[in-house]
């Protein structure tokens, strides 16, 4: 069974910072693209980070850029997306998903909030 769990997730203030993790399970994850998603209430999912099987590219959209970053440690499973200089429009549910862009499987999430 393949399983992603997101945790990290929490209520900071504009200017904070946050470290999310996804533990994987049920899957070659050594082999495995991965990617972090986000979705707002009322909005679309949004893919803010993606890292390839090795670590060795990742990408990020120019609305995080600097701000936030994604790093994997293929003996543990697990998957971070580190949070810095948070502001109020980075609030949603981010997910963790299995794939560079699109599809596979996703989490169940972890709320991060970031008001004032």
């Known amino acids: 069974e393949v399983q992603l769990v997101e945790s990290g997730g929490g209520s900071v203030q504009p200017g904070g910072s946050l470290r999310l993790s996804c533990a994987t399970s049920?899957?070659?994850?050594?082999?495995?693209?991965m990617r972090w998603v986000r979705q707002a209430p009322g909005k679309e999912l949004e893919r803010v980070a993606a890292?390839?099987?090795?670590?060795?590219?990742?990408w990020y959209p120019d609305s995080v850029k600097g701000r936030f970053t994604m790093s994997r440690d293929n003996a543990k499973a697990t998957v971070y997306l580190q949070l810095n200089s948070l502001k109020t429009e980075d609030t949603a549910m981010y997910y963790c998903?299995?794939?560079?862009?699109?599809?596979?499987?996703r989490g169940q999430g972890t709320q991060v909030t970031v008001s004032s």
């Open positions: 998903a299995r794939g560079y862009v699109d599809g596979g499987e």
């Open positions: 049920g899957f070659p994850f050594t082999t495995s693209d």
């Open positions: 890292i390839n099987w090795s670590g060795s590219i990742t």
